[in-house]
């Protein structure tokens, strides 16, 4: 038997995917984990079969995949886990310095979209990469204006009663800005793997739908106790990020969304 290599993101949002595949014990899936830009990367270079890619990646590298319209990871309005962390207002961002994640690409794209949306120019920001190897308050008070956090770091600190900065979610001002939902991650395959392979690729596009419905459905419970004691986070914070937050449904107004991410984000590059 063949297997399948597919990928997946270590972060919270994907637990739903995760523990059903664990749990099923499929011989036929090989699942790998890591952070979104490791995963691109592997996808990219051919290692993985099928994953969860970057909105990014998959726009701009369309060619190469096929989407699968079974599941993606999504919010239609507040997300909770794509946080710029800032010591001034959004609109006062120009000739600031930003911390961008070493582990995103779209969210990267996504708060340059919106800085030019509110006409601040990318050469009008100064951007260094940071690694979350401080707090958020040393990063902000020792190396940036302002910091991108993305994932369960970005929860964590989002639900940080003693975080006085300015949050700007990022999902929240994308449906403010377009009225869509915003694709972080799309399902996707290597679009030959797929034309070589139809039964395995629907096979997988069926399990991926069950998967996260079947985690939200029977795992719920035991994702959130789990990752309320990682996070040091309630189980209600956790539950309501899963279930109200992030959405995983693939539907139309999504594929639209995702083809006004691609303008907007060929605007930057002209």
Known sequence: MEQISVGIINFLNCMPFIVPFQEWGLEKINL??????????????????????????YITNKDEYILMNSACISSDGEVG???LF???????????????????????ALLKILLLQNY????????????????????????????????????????????????????LMWK???GYPFVFGTWAAQKKWAEENPEDFEWLKFTIENAYKTGL?????KIAEQYSEKLQLSQEIIKDYLTNKIKYDYTDYHLMSLDVFENLYNDLTI
């Open 32 to 57: 790998s984990l890591g952070y979104p830009t490791l995963i691109n990367s592997l996808m990219r270079e051919g290692q993985l079969h099928a994953a969860p890619i970057s909105s990014i990646e």
């Open 81 to 83: 886990s794509v946080i």
């Open 86 to 108: 800032s010591k001034c207002e959004f609109s006062e961002l120009r000739g600031k310095s930003i911390g961008i994640p070493h582990n995103s690409a779209t969210s990267i």
């Open 120 to 171: 601040i120019y990318s050469d009008e920001v100064e951007f260094f990469t940071h690694k979350y190897d401080k707090t958020l308050n040393e990063t902000l008070n020792q190396d940036f204006q302002a910091v991108l956090y993305i994932g369960d770091s970005a929860l964590i600190e989002n639900n940080n009663p003693l975080n006085h900065y300015y949050k700007y979610d990022l999902g």
């Open 176 to 178: 403010k800005l377009t």
């Open 217 to 221: 459905l029977k795992h719920l419970d």
